[in-house]
């Protein structure tokens, strides 16, 4: 029987609640950990694009190094922990790394390709049951989703992946990254979700490798037609305009180079120990390996999130940064440096403020 006394409050009420102190006393509320490099999957967009065996001469965390990491993370306040890679499920140890991350009772998400779950994998996921899973489809049909992989059979293994998380009842969602080599397959990717009964969503935002390739970029949508999927979609189209409505005010003038919440509350650490503001942004890095998370954390990343921005860089004050997504992560992809404005970046900005009168309000 449930407490009377003591309410209940829902995912998105306990986090505007606890956002305004977060920020105030930047504690490092979520955080991202990648287990590996490698995949089983060739992925033609893949942003990792290190061969996709890991980098020559480095050694990925051992377990003992992670679970001293993430002792340290806990002890500072994180309590969503993303787990990816690469793909997490080549890692031998993966089930100790998983158990003693829910052990340390972080809420985690894992994202995985599905094609390694097998029902022993399963079966310690519903033991140990995530806060959330997600798994990329990269097609709707065994055609299309082995031209974006490169890997025969893969499809079939995804979809073996997905029965075997949903006959155990797990949190599983759906996603995809919209590119040219899938958007024909769009709709049928999302019914396909949805005749499951499960969340879907999607990202058309494809970016250069870690290692500098630029081959992905060649299988960005055109602008005109990111707008126009959004716009074919009630629920991210409403976004849009809820979010126009709030920002019809908005005049930025950003003072530091980062404005978002990497270094806020925020934070990713990379296969080898290298401790980031996010994903994205792994430019000026701290090395766990040779000093402890909370150095990492209260020192190195409070300066790097603080320093700031060129005047003459005017993406920081433009009324429509916030359709945008222009960030320094996306800059030192883009251009090796973290404030260059992404020229794609911006023409989709534009399409979506005249799609949805954005400058007009």
Same mark, same amino acid.
């Given at each position: 029987?449930?407490?009377?006394?003591?309410?209940?409050?829902?995912?998105?009420?306990?986090?505007? &609640?606890?956002? %305004? #102190?977060?920020?105030?006393?930047?504690?490092?509320?979520?955080?991202?950990?990648?287990?590996?490099?490698?995949?089983?999957?060739?992925?033609?967009?893949?942003?990792?694009?290190?061969?996709? $065996?890991?980098?020559?001469? =480095?050694?990925?965390?051992?377990?003992?190094?992670? =679970?001293?990491?993430?002792?340290?993370?806990? /002890?500072?306040?994180?309590?969503?922990?993303?787990?990816?890679?690469?793909?997490?499920?080549?890692?031998?140890?993966?089930?100790?790394?998983?158990?003693?991350?829910?052990?340390?009772?972080?809420?985690?998400?894992?994202? $995985?390709?599905?094609?390694?779950?097998?029902?022993?994998?399963?079966?310690?996921?519903?033991?140990?049951? %995530?806060?959330?899973?997600?798994? $990329?489809?990269?097609?709707?049909?065994?055609?299309?989703?082995?031209?974006? $992989?490169?890997?025969?059979?893969?499809?079939?293994?995804?979809?073996?992946?997905?029965?075997?998380?949903?006959?155990?009842?797990?949190?599983?969602?759906?996603?995809?990254?919209?590119?040219?080599?899938?958007?024909?397959?769009?709709?049928?990717?999302?019914?396909?979700?949805?005749? !499951?009964?499960?969340?879907? &969503?999607? /990202?058309?935002?494809?970016?250069?490798?870690?290692?500098?390739?630029?081959?992905?970029?060649?299988?960005?949508?055109?602008?005109?037609?990111?707008?126009?999927?959004?716009?074919?979609?009630? /629920?991210? =189209?409403?976004?849009?305009?809820?979010?126009? /409505?709030?920002?019809?005010?908005?005049?930025?003038?950003?003072?530091?180079?980062?404005?978002?919440?990497?270094?806020? &509350?925020?934070?990713?650490?990379?296969?080898?120990?290298?401790?980031?503001?996010?994903?994205?942004?792994?430019?000026?890095?701290?090395?766990?390996?040779?000093?402890?998370?909370?150095?990492?954390?209260?020192?190195? !990343?409070?300066?790097?999130?603080?320093?700031?921005?060129?005047?003459?860089?005017?993406?920081?004050?433009?009324?429509?940064?916030?359709?945008?997504?222009?960030? %320094?992560?996306?800059?030192?992809?883009?251009?090796?440096? %973290?404030?260059?404005?992404?020229?794609?970046?911006?023409?989709? *900005?534009?399409?979506? #403020?005249? *799609?949805?009168?954005?400058?007009?309000?």
């Amino acid at each position: 029987m449930d407490c009377p006394y003591i309410p209940s409050v829902g995912l998105s009420q306990f986090t505007d &609640r606890i956002g %305004p #102190a977060v920020d105030r006393q930047r504690i490092p509320i979520a955080g991202s950990l990648e287990t590996n490099f490698r995949c089983n999957l060739r992925c033609r967009h893949c942003y990792v694009a290190h061969g996709h $065996t890991g980098i020559p001469g =480095r050694q990925e965390l051992s377990l003992a190094e992670i =679970r001293r990491i993430l002792g340290e993370v806990a /002890d500072a306040g994180t309590l969503w922990l993303l787990l990816t890679g690469g793909e997490p499920l080549l890692r031998p140890d993966f089930a100790d790394i998983y158990r003693g991350i829910k052990r340390k009772g972080f809420l985690v998400t894992l994202f $995985t390709n599905g094609t390694l779950v097998t029902p022993r994998t399963a079966d310690l996921l519903a033991e140990w049951r %995530p806060f959330n899973l997600e798994i $990329t489809l990269y097609g709707a049909s065994q055609a299309t989703y082995e031209q974006v $992989t490169g890997v025969p059979g893969s499809y079939a293994r995804c979809r073996r992946g997905i029965e075997l998380l949903m006959e155990r009842g797990l949190p599983l969602r759906l996603k995809t990254v919209l590119m040219t080599l899938n958007q024909h397959e769009f709709e049928e990717m999302q019914g396909f979700a949805e005749g !499951l009964g499960l969340r879907f &969503r999607y /990202d058309p935002m494809v970016n250069a490798g870690l290692d500098g390739s630029r081959g992905p970029l060649d299988l960005r949508l055109p602008p005109q037609r990111i707008v126009q999927i959004e716009r074919s979609n009630e /629920d991210v =189209r409403k976004d849009w305009e809820r979010l126009r /409505d709030v920002y019809r005010d908005y005049r930025p003038n950003v003072r530091h180079m980062y404005s978002c919440g990497a270094g806020l &509350r925020s934070f990713h650490i990379d296969p080898y120990g290298q401790l980031s503001l996010c994903m994205m942004s792994r430019q000026e890095n701290y090395d766990l390996r040779q000093g402890s998370f909370r150095e990492g954390w209260g020192d190195h !990343l409070y300066r790097v999130r603080h320093q700031p921005s060129r005047q003459e860089y005017g993406c920081s004050q433009c009324k429509l940064m916030i359709v945008c997504g222009q960030c %320094p992560g996306w800059s030192a992809l883009e251009h090796g440096e %973290p404030q260059k404005k992404v020229h794609y970046l911006c023409q989709v *900005a534009h399409e979506r #403020a005249q *799609a949805y009168e954005w400058l007009s309000t």
